[in-house]
């Protein structure tokens, strides 16, 4: 596709309209529709490009917008669990870097705090305090104490547990998971 920023720009154009307005609810043959599963990874894929605060705020548009309550909450048919995987997984600010893999993408959470209990086993917990409408990105993570440089995380947070420590911002940090070493793949 020629290289991360093109690829960012084409992926731009995929959650935006020609007036940079946001096109997140689906309806667009030409944009995201979150009623489609296959799309559902493509908000992640900023990760990969090095560019994470663009997961941060369109995961968090998707989010806000396309979810809600009553019986029109979910973006098209649930279909065993998917959408409401998705909303779960993109609240706690993680998501599968691919299907079958360990690897965890980082996203914002929204919430100060969440245990994933996992009976028998080390929990996984995720805490952001400053989480609330305003603080949509991410400024730091801490993995079990240890200052986190990426954005994302291997296989041992999902195999072993541990602790996430999300320090968020009202402004993106455009350095965070940026460095093209260390960028899933």
């Not at 009553?70 to 065993?80: A, S």
């Not at 305003?134 to 440089?149: C, F, K, M, N, S």
């Not at 320090?167 to 899933?184: E, F, K, M």
Request: cysteine-free; glycine content about 12%.
């Amino acid at each position: 596709m020629g290289g991360r920023e093109a690829a960012a720009t084409r992926l731009d154009g995929f959650f935006h309209t020609a007036d940079g307005a946001w096109s997140v609810r689906g309806g667009d043959a030409l944009r995201y529709d979150p009623t489609n599963e296959p799309d559902i990874h493509a908000p992640w894929l900023y990760d990969s490009l090095g560019q994470p605060w663009k997961t941060q705020a369109t995961v968090r548009q998707i989010l806000d917008t396309a979810y809600g309550t009553g019986p029109k909450g979910l973006p098209g048919n649930d279909d065993l669990g998917t959408m409401s995987a998705w909303y779960v997984l993109s609240a706690l600010g993680i998501y599968p870097r691919t299907p079958g893999s360990a690897d965890l993408l980082l996203g914002a959470p929204l919430f100060p705090k969440a245990v994933v209990d996992r009976p028998g086993r080390t929990d996984i917990v995720i805490t952001a305090p400053d989480a609330d409408d305003t603080h949509q990105y991410v400024d730091a993570v801490r993995l079990d104490g240890h200052p986190l440089t990426r954005a994302w995380t291997g296989a041992g947070l999902t195999l072993k547990g541990g602790r996430l420590d999300f320090r968020l911002a009202t402004a993106p940090n455009t350095s965070w998971g940026t460095d093209p070493g260390q960028l899933p793949k």
